[in-house]
């Protein structure tokens, strides 16, 4: 780590003419400078594992879930560095429309502000997230292709944290991110749903709004996706992972009391509350219909549950199969 370089990036970032509201080129300076890359000095044994792992992950759930999809081109073993160059180009392209709207009195303070903010949300995510799917959402070109990415010290530090087997661990992991993969490449709508929901409720707060509908919507969709996900990885994963859920949730719901904070500032228990809506929705229907049934989800954007619908799913069995 180099803190002394990333407080200088941070502090360089009100620099100039001010002009955008946040210095994305500091904040990957400063996020990097304030975080171990971690090794990523693979074995030949590790890396057919991680291939060997997306591979089987895909056709395990091609079978169970009955969809039809591939994984991405993109396929990434990162170090934690890797994986914040990746999410600066992530961060930059959703915060893209709040950039060039909002007016601030003190443009180059608010500058540093921003700047200092987003590298150590990144340099926090970067030294915990374990893998990603990314749908490229809001992206430029329709050409370019979803990624998907482990970050090898971060499975290697919390396997050794959880005292659990790695390569076991390792295979986990891969199961839940290419469960992602599926359901966005089982439903081509899927990106632009999200990207449209996301884009209004921006430029609503852009304009000094909030757009309670837009952010609503996103949230129900995205609780579709993680419970989804959630169920085809519990019905796919060909071993037992009980052990593997329970340490790793223990292990989300402990840390220092900084960690603790960091995780309800960035609204991570939102995103477990998520899971846990979308599984228990879809785990009823699994049960009731089978698993293969629970894809319909993905037919189409008047498939996704309602919210009432997800708290009652037999009102969406009935208007599906209607």
Do not use: C
């Amino acid at each position: 780590m180099d803190l002394f370089r990333s407080v200088r990036a941070v502090a360089n970032a009100g620099d100039g003419d001010g002009s955008g509201r946040i210095d994305w080129d500091a904040v990957g300076t400063a996020a990097k400078g304030a975080t171990d890359p971690g090794g990523l000095d693979l074995s030949d044994a590790e890396r057919e594992g991680y291939a060997a792992d997306v591979r089987d992950a895909r056709e395990r759930l091609r079978s169970v879930g009955g969809l039809d999809f591939d994984v991405p081109e993109t396929i990434e073993v990162q170090n934690r560095h890797h994986w914040i160059d990746a999410n600066v180009a992530t961060f930059r392209r959703v915060m893209r429309p709040i950039e060039t709207e909002v007016s601030v009195a003190f443009p180059n303070a608010t500058r540093v502000v921003n700047t200092g903010s987003m590298a150590l949300v990144l340099s926090f995510l970067g030294s915990h997230v374990l893998g990603q799917y990314d749908p490229l959402l809001l992206a430029e070109g329709d050409d370019e292709a979803h990624g998907l990415y482990f970050v090898h010290p971060n499975i290697v530090a919390a396997a050794a944290d959880l005292d659990v087997d790695y390569p076991r661990f390792r295979r986990w992991i891969a199961f839940h991110e290419v469960t992602h993969a599926a359901e966005f490449g089982a439903a081509p709508w899927l990106s632009e749903h999200l990207e449209s929901r996301l884009e209004d409720g921006l430029e609503t707060l852009a304009s000094g709004g909030f757009d309670r509908e837009a952010f609503h919507d996103l949230d129900v969709a995205m609780t579709a996706v993680e419970g989804y996900a959630e169920l085809l990885m519990d019905r796919a994963f060909d071993a037992e992972y009980a052990d593997l859920r329970a340490k790793l949730d223990a292990r989300r719901r402990g840390g220092s009391p900084l960690t603790r904070l960091m995780r309800r500032l960035l609204g991570l228990g939102l995103k477990r509350r998520q899971y846990e809506r979308g599984a228990s929705f879809f785990e009823t229907v699994a049960d009731r219909r089978g698993v293969a049934a629970a894809a319909a989800v993905w037919d189409r954007p008047e498939n996704l549950p309602t919210d009432e619908e997800l708290d009652t799913p037999a009102r969406w069995l009935a208007r599906v199969d209607s």
